[in-house]
């Protein structure tokens, strides 16, 4: 694993272009975001996409995660992309919105297993952190994301965590040293026309209603909190 200390002063389009390389070469690469630690692989990969869950000890489904830097890359992932999810994305992102969406059938079988099969749906966003937003647009190529540590163990926040779970399958590291965790991403669902809730989180459920109610978007009471 190549650790690379980040500074202030650092060029972010110098050390994305250094990750994008890593990523296009089926590499997985550990990137701060939001307040946690995270790994990711090239969406398109399919070996680094397993490759991914594999380092995770991954035994089960779990929430898909995907970044992207832009409405347009978002047609790379889905193929059926409600209006509503078009105006949230321009009105929001890159805050903490995560969107649920059908990915693209298209997608090599062993993906869309990953992201949790053909009529599952996976949340997209484009990152709040502009190191990892300049990575996914070096990269060209939407990106496939989890938290870094294993199943049902801490340690996504902490470097010294990460190089001893993931020193052997991780090739590039970006150490900011200890995160604070940060709030958890809003995640929102359209569900025929409808506007669902499935956790509140960073982003206020009104600011996201009135962006959705500006063209006579339907909203859903349920909400999960959390």
């Known amino acids: 694993m190549k650790t690379v200390n980040a500074t202030p002063a650092q060029d972010e389009r110098e050390l994305a272009e250094e990750i994008a390389r890593v990523l296009r070469d089926g590499g997985l690469a550990c990137l701060p975001c939001s307040g946690r630690y995270r790994i990711v692989a090239d969406l398109t990969?399919?070996?680094?996409?397993?490759?991914?869950?594999?380092?995770?000890?991954?035994?089960r489904e779990a929430p898909a995660l995907v970044f992207v830097d832009s409405e347009k890359m978002l047609e790379t992932v889905s193929a059926?992309?409600?209006?509503?999810?078009?105006?949230l994305a321009k009105a929001i992102w890159p805050q903490s919105l995560t969107i649920r969406v059908v990915p693209r059938p298209e997608l090599p079988a062993r993906?869309?297993?990953?992201?949790?099969?053909?009529?599952?749906?996976?949340?997209?966003?484009?990152?709040?952190?502009a190191l990892v937003r300049a990575t996914v647009s070096a990269l060209g190529r939407p990106l496939y994301v989890s938290s870094a540590n294993r199943e049902h163990k801490a340690g996504d926040s902490s470097p010294a965590q990460i190089?001893?779970?993931?020193?052997?399958?991780?090739?590039?590291f970006v150490d900011r040293g200890d995160l604070a965790p940060g709030p958890a991403s809003t995640i929102v669902d359209i569900v025929d026309g409808k506007l669902v809730f499935a956790r509140v989180g960073a982003v206020r459920t009104d600011t996201v209603e009135a962006v959705f109610a500006q063209q006579g978007g339907v909203h859903e009471a349920g909400v999960h909190e959390g």
């Open 111 to 129: 993906i869309l297993r990953q992201l949790g099969g053909r009529k599952s749906r996976v949340g997209v966003r484009i990152p709040e952190d």
């Open 45 to 59: 990969n399919e070996a680094a996409v397993l490759a991914l869950a594999q380092s995770k000890g991954r035994v």
């Open 80 to 87: 059926a992309i409600d209006p509503g999810v078009v105006r």
């Open 163 to 172: 190089r001893k779970t993931f020193g052997n399958s991780v090739q590039i």
